[in-house]
């Protein structure tokens, strides 16, 4: 089994709707934050610098409300490493049950290089990286 990167967060007042509920917009700034603070884990580079990387694509399915005050994690895991690219699935759940689905995502990242403006390849460090945080599961489908 795979192990997934996860972040806790309590639910700010700024981020419900007039209705009280989770904005389904704050989704994808949670699962933003996860792959963010995932990512400079993996690549070893400080909050303060940039990462080599860019967000193509995000998904958000929202499967239970959250409120104001709850206490949320976000799992991410890498499910797929292409050769520039990369797929990761969160799961964002109450912290206090594990089993209440908050909401289910996904997105897509390229390996982005800024000073030429070009894709490339991921790098075998954030391969290995990956596979060691992750712990080698079955899950991860590599593509060439």
Do not use: M, N
């Given at each position: 089994m795979s192990r997934a990167f996860t972040l806790k967060f309590e639910v700010a007042y700024r981020d419900q709707d007039p209705a009280g509920h989770v904005s389904a917009t704050m989704y994808y700034v949670y699962m933003l934050n996860a792959y963010m603070a995932y990512a400079h884990e993996l690549l070893q580079v400080p909050l303060t610098d940039g990462i080599p990387q860019i967000m193509l694509k995000t998904s958000c399915e929202y499967v239970h409300p959250a409120k104001w005050g709850d206490i949320l994690e976000v799992s991410a895991l890498i499910t797929r490493l292409g050769t520039k690219s990369f797929d990761i699935e969160y799961v964002i759940t109450s912290?206090?049950?594990?089993?209440?689905?908050?909401?289910?995502?996904?997105?897509?990242?390229?390996?982005?290089?800024?000073?030429?403006?070009?894709?490339?390849?991921?790098?075998?460090?954030?391969?290995?990286?990956?596979?060691?945080?992750?712990?080698?599961?079955?899950?991860?489908?590599?593509?060439?």
């Open positions: 912290a206090s049950d594990k089993d209440l689905v908050i909401a289910k995502g996904g997105s897509t990242h390229v390996a982005y290089d800024y000073a030429t403006e070009r894709t490339v390849p991921l790098s075998s460090a954030f391969r290995e990286r990956v596979h060691a945080y992750q712990h080698e599961s079955h899950e991860i489908e590599a593509v060439a």
